[in-house]
């Protein structure tokens, strides 16, 4: 006779997961990272700066005006400031350099989420840096004054990864189709050219210098700060 006080043994199910129900999963899997990053970054403002690119990365992707914290029109001391640095930055646009940031013309610094700002005049994005960091130009503006910047250039087989946001590895820079500025250090912008291609693709941060990437040739060697038909490019003016 069967005891009643004994329990039956749990029979265990497979559980299916539908495609539907895994693409939810990983959307919030996404969501979480992207909160993790954040939080990384509000609650401990020394952090790593590459976690801060990374961010970056991903708040350019769909970057929009919602981003935007505050807009304020700058004094002129700071004006003369930010000037300067994008003069010792970028040699090559002083020849221009009163027409893009006229002196009688309101600045106008933008702080984003992420401790990004955005510098405009006359409602058009100029330049962007985080925290304190150097100026880097808009590739809109970069396409106007291509070569205010040191370049490296990418294989064709890197473009498509470059362009969805990836970091530039060192394989994709030292390949036959790959080429360094040699004089470049680490912690530089730098422009990010495309074999076969007349335009730069994206605007990038060196990890380590050049002859290190040369020399090392693996991992990431260049940050992806901004690229074609990300939230920023889309972002011709903010009024």
Known sequence: ?????????????????????????????????????????????????????????IMFKK???????????????????????IAEEYPGLEPVLDDLLPKKAPL???KCQNHLNLVLVNSVPLFFNIR?????????????YPNIMKKFQV???????????????CPGLTSPGGALNEE?????PVAIMAEGKQHALAIGFTK???????????????DNMHYLNDGLWKMERLD
């Open 1 to 57: 006779m069967k005891d009643p006080t004994r329990r039956s043994p749990v029979r265990k199910v497979p559980i299916l997961i539908l495609p539907a129900q895994l693409k939810r999963y990983t959307q919030r899997q996404r969501q979480r990272q992207r909160q993790r990053l954040r939080f990384l970054i509000f609650k401990h403002p020394n952090s790593d700066p590459s976690k801060i690119f990374t961010l970056l990365i």
């Open 208 to 222: 380590m210098s050049a002859k290190d990437i040369k020399a090392i040739n693996k991992g990431i060697g260049v």
């Open 132 to 144: 304190d960091g150097p100026y880097m130009p808009t590739l809109r503006l970069l396409h106007q």
């Open 155 to 169: 294989d064709r087989g890197a473009i498509k990864f470059v362009l969805a946001g990836a970091n530039i590895m």
């Open 184 to 188: 470049v250090e680490a912690e530089n």
């Open 108 to 110: 106008i610094v933008v």
């Open 63 to 85: 970057f929009s005006s919602e981003d935007v914290s505050s807009q304020n029109q700058v004094k002129a001391s700071v004006q003369r400031k930010i000037r300067q640095s």
